[in-house]
Antibody, heavy 113, light 112 residues
Framework: EVQLVESGGGLVQPGESLILSCAAS????????MNWFRQAPGKGLEWVSY????????TYADSVKGRFTISRDNARSSLYLQLNSVTAEDGAIYYC??????WGRGTLVTVSS | DIVMTQSPLSLSVTPGQSASISCKSS???????????LYWYLQKAGQSPHLLIY???SRFSGVPDRFSGSGSGTDFTLQISRVEAEDVGVYYC?????????FGQGTKLDIE
């Protein structure tokens, strides 16, 4: 069974940093491209970042470009998202996804002073 | 960026009746490989989105055949036949042809 478990969310102050993790299991992690999506409270869905299975292709939404960094550790079957210089607009549930099909349950990031 | 426009934004359906959701993109979603990367998701209350339809019309694993997708180019439709109580939630279309991937605003379906 495909499982994606996000962690690392929490309360962070504006301007600070946070690293989100996604532990994958139940499939060959090395064979899949991965995405991060997010959803602000009461709002719609937003794609955040993509990383190919070989890491050769990485891309970001304009809203996070230059502040967020996606990475993966294929040996650990893990996906990461480093959030730097967060703002209130970054407060959301962050979901990792295998491709576009399987999503985790998400981890909540709250940005507040 | 490609703009995805869903309609209606809310829908109230009697159990057993059909429902239809439209999704229009500002540009063609046909990719150079001949595929069209249009997806439909359902997000139930308190849950993460789950995939219903991929590449316009292919049902994802375990999705009942009451759900069907159609369309091409810039116009797409999700059809739900014989709506059941478990179908309530917010339906999103998403284009995965061009970065950035973009979503429709969501269509909230409830049961009358």
């Amino acid at each position: 069974e495909v499982q994606l478990v996000e962690s690392g969310g929490g309360l962070v102050q504006p301007g600070e940093s946070l690293i989100l993790s996604c532990a994958a299991s139940g499939f060959d992690f090395t064979a899949y491209n991965m995405n991060w999506f997010r959803q602000a409270p009461g709002k719609g869905l937003e794609w955040v970042s993509y990383i190919s299975r070989t890491t050769l292709t990485i891309t970001y939404a304009d809203s996070v470009k230059g502040r967020f960094t996606i990475s993966r550790d294929n040996a650990r079957s893990s996906l990461y998202l480093q959030l730097n210089s967060v703002t209130a607009e970054d407060g959301a549930i962050y979901y990792c996804a295998r491709g576009k099909a399987h999503w985790g349950r998400g981890t909540l990031v709250t940005v507040s002073s | 960026d490609i703009v995805m426009t869903q309609s209606p934004l809310s829908l109230s359906v009697t159990p057993g009746q059909s429902a239809s959701i439209s999704c229009k993109s500002s540009e063609s979603l046909l990719y150079s490989d001949g595929k069209t990367y249009l997806y439909w998701y359902l997000q139930k209350a308190g849950q993460s989105p789950h995939l219903l339809i991929y590449e316009v019309s292919s049902r994802f694993s375990g999705v009942p055949d009451r759900f069907s997708g159609s369309g091409s180019g810039t116009d797409f439709t999700l059809q739900i036949s014989r709506v059941e109580a478990e179908d309530v939630g917010v339906y999103y279309c998403m284009q995965g042809t061009h970065f950035p991937y973009t979503f429709g605003q969501g269509t909230k379906l409830d049961i009358e």
